[in-house]
C-alpha cells in the first residue's frame, strides 16, 4: 500500500521551541518534499531531497533545516520556532525526476504560540 | 521560473452539472503540468498531467485536461459532478527539474 506518512498531525508550541515534524514513506521513493500550507497562498516548497543526505532549499527554506538519514524518512526541523511558522505542513514523495507524481502524506497542523 | 494562475477562488455547481476549472501558466521551456485534489483535512491527491503528446488527458473519476499552448491553459474539466468532488483543486507547473510551483487552488463545492 503506497503510503506518505506524517507525525504529528497536530503540534502547539510557543515561540522559541523546537520543532520536529517526521514524514515517512514505504514505496522506496528517491525525491521527498516539506511543503507548507497558507490560506490563498496554495503550497509552498520549503526543502526537496533527492536522497539520503542530499538536500536543496526550496523557495522559503529560512527558517528550517532538515535530515535524511535513510531513504524513507525525512525530518523538518524549526529551531527556535516562530508565530509566523504557524501552517499546515506538508511532506510528500516521487520516484526520480519532475516528470512523476508527487504523493501527499495527511499533513501537520503546527501552531506556534 | 514558470508559473501558473487560477483565476477562480471558488466555483459552486450543482451535482450532474458540468465544470471546467481554469489554469494558465507561463511558458518558460519544457511543459509539464499537473492537477492535484485536495478533501477537507487531506493531502493533495494527483489527478493527471500533461507534459506530451495528446493536449488532452484523461484522469481519475472522470477528470480530463485539454493543454493549450496558444492560450497557455491547461483547464481541468468534468462532464457530470458528484457532490464528493467538493474539494480544493489545485493547478502545478513544473521548474527547474523536481520542483513543483502550486496555483493558489480552486474550491469546487458541488450542491446535492
Known amino acids: 500500500d503506497m503510503k506518505v506518512t506524517q507525525m504529528p498531525r497536530y503540534l502547539i508550541k510557543r515561540m522559541g521551541e523546537n520543532v520536529l515534524l517526521e514524514c515517512g514513506q514505504d514505496?522506496?521513493?528517491?525525491?521527498m518534499y516539506w511543503y507548507r500550507q497558507d490560506p490563498g497562498l496554495g503550497l509552498q516548497l520549503i526543502y526537496i531531497?533527492?536522497?539520503?543526505?542530499?538536500?536543496s532549499e526550496g523557495d522559503i527554506p529560512k527558517g528550517y533545516r532538515v535530515s535524511r538519514k535513510k531513504r524513507e524518512h525525512f525530518s523538518l526541523i524549526l529551531d527556535s520556532a516562530k508565530t509566523n511558522q504557524t501552517s499546515v505542513y506538508f511532506c510528500?514523495?516521487?520516484f526520480g525526476g519532475g516528470r512523476y507524481e508527487q504523493y501527499f502524506g495527511p499533513g501537520t497542523r503546527l501552531t506556534v504560540l | 521560473t514558470q508559473t501558473v494562475s487560477q483565476s477562480d477562488a471558488h466555483v459552486t455547481v450543482f451535482e450532474g452539472d458540468s465544470v471546467e476549472l481554469r489554469c494558465n501558466y507561463s511558458?518558460?521551456?519544457?511543459?509539464?503540468l499537473s492537477w492535484y485534489i485536495q478533501h477537507h483535512g487531506r493531502g493533495l491527491q494527483f489527478l493527471l498531467k500533461?507534459?506530451?503528446?495528446?493536449?488532452v488527458v484523461q484522469g481519475v473519476n472522470g477528470f480530463e485536461a485539454e493543454f493549450s499552448k496558444s492560450d497557455s491553459s491547461f483547464h481541468l474539466r468534468k462532464a457530470s459532478v458528484h457532490w464528493s468532488d467538493s474539494a480544493v483543486y489545485f493547478c502545478?507547473?513544473?521548474?527547474?527539474?523536481?520542483?513543483?510551483?502550486f496555483g493558489t487552488g480552486t474550491s469546487l463545492l458541488v450542491d446535492p
Open positions: 531531497s533527492y536522497d539520503v543526505d542530499s538536500n
Open positions: 510528500a514523495s516521487s
Open positions: 514505496m522506496s521513493h528517491e525525491t
Open positions: 500533461y507534459y506530451s503528446g495528446n493536449p
Open positions: 511558458y518558460g521551456g519544457s511543459i509539464y
Open positions: 502545478a507547473v513544473r521548474n527547474m527539474g523536481y520542483k513543483l510551483t
